[in-house]
């Protein structure tokens, strides 16, 4: 991963404020030393608009187009977090690429990252900022990631940053034994929800209220 990026486009506050950010997620109550580094690393600016890139480095979620946003970075860094649980990930699916932040800092915490997206324009630019970063441990799909990716599971772990009304089953069925599902769950009140398989049973619990748009049906091309 490339980290000389930093001051592209992006002026002199960029150091002061990245630090900051950093100090605010701690006061939030993310430990994981590997998220806060993966986070400290990540050029956020980058995955956003350049009208935008002034704001990268505030703890608040931004549009990215086509009604999508990309999460707010206490939310990337707590479902990290939680995904994380009791130690390395090898393969991860994660459903809604979408900007490609969240893969880029997924991807120096595990090995290996599946990622789909249903809307094209999106997976496009989000695969070309990876590769501008030099992130390379990454596939991509465009397809409704409400199927997965059957071929390459199970996974150890699925990440899903947009919320169904029920967790898909199809989802639940590519979850390796022992595996977690960092998952946003619901229609109008929607809860952060963590999924553990144990054989074939499937431990939920509710960890905080959340908001994230809608996962939908379907892969659109435009
Ligand atoms: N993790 C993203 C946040 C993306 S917002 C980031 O860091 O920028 C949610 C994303 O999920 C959007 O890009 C949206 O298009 C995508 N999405 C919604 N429904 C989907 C589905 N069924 N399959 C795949 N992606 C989906």
Do not use: C
């Not at 595996?179 to 109008?188: A, C, D, K, N």
Request: hydrophobic fraction near 40%; glycine fraction near 8%; charge should be negative.
């Amino acid at each position: 991963m490339r980290e000389d990026l930093w001051k592209t486009g992006i002026g002199m506050t960029s150091q002061r404020t990245r630090e900051r950010l950093l100090e605010r997620l701690f006061e939030e109550g993310i430990r994981n030393l590997h998220v806060l580094e993966a986070i400290r690393r990540t050029p956020r600016h980058l995955f956003l608009d350049e009208a935008l890139a002034h704001r990268a480095y505030e703890d608040t979620a931004l549009p990215i187009g086509h009604n999508q946003t990309l999460s707010q970075p206490y939310i990337v860094a707590r479902m990290t977090e939680l995904l994380l649980g009791g130690g390395p990930l090898d393969k991860v699916l994660e459903v809604g690429t979408g900007s490609g932040y969240q893969t880029a800092i997924l991807a120096q915490v595990v090995e290996r990252v599946f990622t789909v997206e249903r809307i094209m324009p999106l997976q496009e630019r989000a695969k070309a900022v990876l590769k501008e970063i030099d992130v390379r441990n990454v596939v991509y799909r465009h397809a409704d990631g409400n199927w997965g990716w059957p071929q390459y599971g199970p996974y150890d772990a699925i990440l899903v940053t947009a919320a169904p009304a029920e967790v898909p089953t199809e989802l639940l069925g590519q979850l390796a034994e022992g595996g977690r599902m960092v998952i946003p769950v619901g229609e109008h009140e929607q809860f952060l929800t963590l999924v553990t398989r144990e054989g074939d049973q499937f431990i939920r619990r509710q960890v905080e209220p959340v908001r994230f748009v809608p996962l939908l049906a379907g892969a659109i091309s435009f």
